[in-house]
């Protein structure tokens, strides 16, 4: 039972239009999201946050959206860029489970020049 | 700041040799967690600590897994009669404990022939 979904294994998008990864999840307990960002041969770095009492929350060229009733969130990266090309994870955590991270299985994203 | 940093990066051993991992978190950080990625899939929780006590193990660390975090600074992972399905990328990440956002090291690659 898959408790982070992202659908989308694979996303490719031109350089300087708009990427939208989506992630799904199940668990009602969790209250805070998250997203990394994975190069090849390197461990995910943390790129943007949600808290739960909030819908957005932006910071640079990335928002990320939380639609708590949907149990849905979304990367919005604007103007996306060739650098951004990476596999992107959505990662969701619970208070009550001492910040352990429940990750999806990730969005190669590919960013055309 | 070093970062998070593992060793050895890259593992190969035959089955049922007997493993062991290092992590260094960064140093400030009292939570050490460790995971386990296989291709095409996100990181999979295993255990976490703080600071040298380990508080929660997945069902999926068997009983050939241990891990260790002796005076809360580094951290092992021994895998004993290694398995072809132990086969993997074990992550190691760390984080202060009022944080949820984990910093990953790069990970050691595991093939067990």
């Known amino acids: 039972d898959q408790q982070v979904k992202q659908n989308s294994p694979s996303l490719s998008v031109q350089e300087g239009r708009i990427s939208i990864l989506n992630c799904d999840y199940t668990n009602s307990m969790f209250d805070y999201f998250l997203w990394y960002k994975k190069y090849p041969a390197e461990g995910p770095t943390f790129l943007i946050s949600i808290s739960s009492i909030k819908d957005k929350n932006e910071d640079g060229r990335f928002t990320v959206f939380l639609n708590k009733s949907a149990k849905h969130l979304s990367l919005h990266i604007v103007p996306s860029q060739p650098g951004d090309s990476a596999v992107y994870f959505c990662a969701a955590s619970a208070l009550t489970n001492a910040g352990k991270s429940t990750f999806g299985d990730g969005t190669t994203l590919t960013v055309k020049p | 700041d070093t970062g998070v940093s593992q060793d050895p990066r890259h593992k190969i051993t035959k089955r049922g040799q007997n493993v062991t991992f290092r992590c260094d978190p960064i140093?400030?950080?009292?939570?050490l967690y460790w995971y386990r990625q296989t291709l095409g899939q996100g990181p999979e929780f295993l255990t976490y600590f703080q600071n040298e006590a380990q508080l929660e193990k997945s069902r999926l660390l068997s009983d050939r897994f241990s891990a260790e975090r002796p005076k809360g600074s580094f951290s092992t992972l021994e895998i004993q009669r290694t398995e072809q399905g132990d086969s993997a990328m074990y992550l190691c990440a760390s984080s202060l404990v009022r944080d949820y956002e984990q910093y990953f090291g790069p990970g050691t690659r595991l093939t067990v022939t």
């Open positions: 140093s400030e950080h009292n939570r």
